[in-house]
């Protein structure tokens, strides 16, 4: 089910993850050749892709939310 982007955080390691309208959480890693996402580089690409719909395999499988966003705006986003 697809689910739009509405704000980002970074994970223990600092890869990013997409937090979506549903609640649930996504990593989205630019790691070429593998992974081609490089809207994820720089916060102005970030902030473009607000709103940009995801695969949400969670919702597809009933996944409870995956709870609230990082608290810290200023590394979050």
Request: proline share 9%; charged share 30%; hydrophobic share 30%.
């Amino acid at each position: 089910m697809d689910r739009a982007i509405i704000g980002f955080h970074r994970d223990e390691v600092g890869d990013w993850v997409a937090e979506l309208e549903c609640g649930h959480f996504q990593h989205v890693r630019h790691n070429p050749p593998w992974m081609e996402r490089p809207w994820v580089v720089t916060t102005q690409r970030r902030q473009q892709a607000i709103g940009r719909r995801l695969a949400c395999r969670k919702c597809d499988e009933g996944a409870p939310r995956d709870g609230p966003a990082p608290e810290n705006p200023s590394e979050s986003r």
